[in-house]
């Protein structure tokens, strides 16, 4: 199979016409990066009003177009650049601290980020002018820097949280504050409340401007980020299939329609945005951008059953992983972490979602791997040793997994300490279902399920690389618990839509619990979704079928 990074160019050609085909949007983006041609940018429509001279005022809202589509390095550019033409013009300096905080859903910021950041508020505050408005603007974004040392970032963003709401309260004829009012709403709303109230203020702030603004590209972009949790993802629908069209010159406008497609288990339609944006963020240089699209494609594939795509992606995942030291690596949505997140996650995946569990075993940590990327690694590397009769040999990734979880703790990071502690509870229900001791092994694993079910996956990852109650349901499966693994595996599909394995797996247990008419319509659903299957390496595509011609 060739490479989709590297094929020739009649094969790109191939590409771009069936993604003409199925999506024009997509479509102009590809032809725009792998052909050169000069395509004039596109990055929606933004109109932010400033005291700056005339003459600035249409490349500072390109910059802030840019800034709303995440494309952060590019941003800082255009600001700078604006700043050249103009010394006085002191909001552009708001709009390369904000672009400096970069992903505000990509976790707790580092050292260095909060340094640059520092250093361009107190540049800010040795000059003078701007209107009061303008001011107001650079003192909200200086809370997410101020005191950092001393302040931990829970408190930093609610005090920028607050300063915003002020912002758009005492200004409410400004389109702009109201949308980063409610952008600022969504990071700091709680990944365990499951009301979700933060989220749907916000988004309904966002869609009554989205229907009088439909080509503002921060209003779609956000409506995506507002509800991407699976119980709100359907109100994002109509976002996620315009907003590509609406920025095509940003790689992450290509990308992001796929966190709603994945929510709703839209495979094609999230491999097709993927595919756009990884090319699209290759020709930038912005490897951590592409490494994030690969990861997304990577899981949509496994749940049609194209294998051999995904052993195509992790082919490159070495090559890119050395592209992750160059500067313009994190320059877009997906910060350096999240591509070395990705590194970690799509052979992981590869080899959890097929059983593969030697493979899973044999996994090694990368050089230089983040907590939460060693988290992924030995996470599978437990799950494999113990699913494949060694739980001997899951100990040490038991006791990493541990170790990981109590320095993300110490570091103030409470949501990935609390994702490795499921992770470990998650594997060491096999390790422990694997030493006999069955009673242990079903309440770890039903434990980390709870857990898991309390929360929301981050916006680094499509989702769990095997949902807890995933795991729960192959262990009550291996029980002989059939009714209660097909419930299980459907609590699952009713959060992850399409999920080849619960699907599946839903299908295999219904059947043996006697459900007939539950496992046809578990079988004719995985069918459907991995159409054509003639292609596909998997046996439990064949076995469905075989199991729908003998009824």
């Excluded at 859903?105 to 040795?126: C, N, T």
């Excluded at 994002?236 to 329609?257: G, Q």
């Excluded at 500067?327 to 997906?334: D, E, H, I, Q």
């Excluded at 699907?503 to 079988?523: F, I, K, L, T, W």
């Amino acid at each position: 199979m060739k490479n989709w990074l590297t094929a020739p160019r009649r094969s790109c050609v191939l590409l771009i016409v069936l993604t003409i085909v199925a999506c024009p949007a997509y479509a102009w983006a590809q032809a725009e990066h792998q052909h050169g041609e000069a395509v004039p940018e596109r990055l929606g429509r933004v109109d932010f009003e400033t005291s700056c001279a005339p003459a600035v005022q249409a490349d500072f809202n390109r910059a802030v177009a840019l800034l709303h589509s995440f494309a952060f390095r590019k941003a800082i550019e255009g600001f700078e650049g604006v700043l050249e033409r103009d010394p006085s013009c002191r909001i552009a300096l708001w709009g390369i601290a904000l672009s400096t905080w970069s992903n505000p859903f990509a976790g707790i910021k580092g050292p260095q980020i909060l340094e640059q950041g520092s250093q361009v508020v107190r540049r800010a505050s040795g000059l003078s002018g701007g209107t009061p408005r303008e001011r107001d603007y650079m003192d909200a974004v200086s809370e997410l820097y101020r005191d950092y040392q001393t302040r931990d970032h829970p408190t930093r963003i609610a005090a920028y949280d607050s300063a915003m709401q002020r912002l758009s309260a005492a200004n409410p004829g400004d389109r702009e504050a109201r949308i980063f009012a409610a952008l600022a709403s969504v990071q700091t709303a709680a990944p365990t409340d499951k009301t979700y109230a933060k989220q749907l203020a916000a988004g309904a702030i966002l869609e009554e401007l989205f229907a009088k603004y439909p080509d503002h590209p921060g209003l779609a972009h956000y409506i995506i980020h507002a509800y991407d949790v699976p119980a709100l993802a359907p109100r994002a629908l109509d976002a996620a299939r315009r907003y590509a069209a609406i920025a095509p010159s940003a790689p992450h406008a290509l990308h992001m329609p796929s966190h709603t497609f994945t929510r709703l288990g839209y495979w094609q339609e999230s491999i097709q945005s993927n595919i756009a944006s990884a090319a699209s963020a290759a020709a930038e240089s912005a490897t951590a951008e592409q490494l994030h699209a690969m990861d997304y494609m990577a899981y949509a594939y496994l749940q049609v059953g194209r294998d051999d795509e995904v052993r195509a992606l992790i082919d490159q995942v070495g090559v890119l992983q050395e592209h992750l030291k160059s500067p313009a690596a994190g320059g877009s949505a997906a910060p350096v972490s999240v591509g070395t997140y990705a590194t970690a996650a799509i052979p992981a995946r590869y080899a959890l979602e097929r059983a593969d569990w030697a493979g899973a075993t044999a996994l090694t940590v990368a050089t230089g791997a983040t907590p939460q990327s060693e988290a992924v690694t030995e996470f599978a590397r437990a799950v494999g040793a113990a699913r494949s009769g060694h739980p001997d040999a899951a100990s040490s990734s038991l006791d990493r997994l541990a170790a990981i979880r109590d320095a993300l703790r110490t570091s103030g990071d409470a949501y990935w300490s609390g994702q490795s502690e499921i992770q470990r509870q998650g594997a060491s229900a096999w390790v422990a279902w694997a030493r006999g001791d069955k009673d242990e092994g079903l309440r770890l694993a039903a434990a980390a399920a709870d857990a898991e079910d309390a929360t929301e996956k981050s916006a680094a990852t499509p989702g769990p690389l095997m949902p807890a109650r995933e795991l729960l349901a192959d262990m009550q499966f291996e029980a002989g618990r059939f009714a209660d693994a097909q419930k299980s595996y459907e609590a699952v599909l009713t959060k992850e839509p399409h999920r080849f394995r619960a699907e599946y797996g839903a299908g295999v247990a219904a059947e043996r619990a006697g459900d007939q008419s539950g496992a046809n319509a578990h079988y004719r659903a995985l069918l459907n979704q991995c159409a054509p299957v003639t292609g596909s390496p998997r046996d439990a595509l064949r076995q469905a079928q075989r199991a729908l011609d003998s009824r």
